[in-house]
T-cell receptor, first 117, second 115 residues
Framework: AQTVTQSQPEMSVQEAETVTLSCTYDTSESDYYLFWYKQPPSRQMILVIRQEAYKQQNATENRFSVNFQKAAKSFSLKISDSQLGDAAMYFCAYGGDYGGSQGNLIFGKGTKLSVKP | NAGVTQTPKFRVLKTGQSMTLLCAQDMNHEYMYWYRQDPGMGLRLIHYSVGEGTTAKGEVPDGYNVSRLKKQNFLLGLESAAPSQTSVYFC??????????????FGAGSRLTVL
């Protein structure tokens, strides 16, 4: 079974600085997808970034980028130029290539990010 | 376009009471899911459905039942609520595709407290 581990329950960053959130996963599949979701105090789950395992190039979305190390099964999220609005819970998630049979995501336990002004 | 709508958003129950959470999506998605979120536990899958009239158990199904009588609706029922079911419940949906790339669309969550 696939598992997702986020080893940092809480992180803190100074406004305008850079922070990296860690995520490791375990799977025997060769094709899969990895996601980072943001959950602000409003509770809404917001997709931040997505990475396809067969692509070696790291995904980037504005100030958000990932460091995807397939062999090490590592998928970290880097937030550059941190803003107060980045303060939230961040979840790493794994989506396998299930062939349409189930298609759910497996989530890590989350990292709570605080941004200091 | 409303996306995924959950009702109610908040509910307080007494132990032993029953209730139903409703999830409605207007995107014609085939797949629907119910997750629960507890502090320090992330989101865990309760039940899911891959189409109208079908349901299946997820990681933590005990104490819950579900129904998918219409494609757009996915109901989560608690027959006899227990304090351990105090949680935030999320519904999500996605299109049917042979790929994990398809992104889940989440509802806003429903906070349930069982006293």
């Amino acid at each position: 079974a696939q598992t997702v581990t986020q080893s940092q329950p809480e992180m803190s960053v100074q406004e305008a600085e850079t922070v990296t959130l860690s995520c490791t996963y375990d799977t025997s599949e060769s094709d899969y997808y990895l996601f980072w979701y943001k959950q602000p105090p409003s509770r809404q789950m917001i997709l931040v970034i997505r990475q396809e395992a067969y692509k070696q190039q790291n995904a980037t979305e504005n100030r958000f980028s990932v460091n995807f190390q397939k062999a090490a099964k590592s998928f970290s999220l880097k937030i550059s130029d941190s803003q107060l609005g980045d303060a939230a819970m961040y979840f790493c998630a794994y989506g396998g290539d299930y062939g349409g049979s189930q298609g759910n995501l497996i989530f890590g336990k989350g990292t709570k990010l605080s941004v200091k002004p | 376009n409303a996306g995924v709508t959950q009702t109610p958003k908040f509910r307080v129950l007494k132990t032993g009471q029953s209730m139903t959470l409703l999830c409605a999506q207007d995107m014609n998605h085939e797949y629907m899911y119910w997750y629960r979120q507890d502090p320090g536990m992330g989101l865990r899958l309760i039940h899911y459905s891959v189409g109208e009239g079908t349901t299946a158990k997820g990681e933590v199904p005990d104490g819950y039942n579900v129904s998918r009588l219409k494609k757009q609706n996915f109901l989560l029922g608690l027959e006899s609520a227990a304090p351990s079911q105090t949680s935030v419940y999320f519904c999500a949906s996605r299109r049917k595709t042979n790929s994990g790339a398809n992104v889940l669309t989440f509802g806003a969550g429903s906070r349930l407290t069982v006293l």
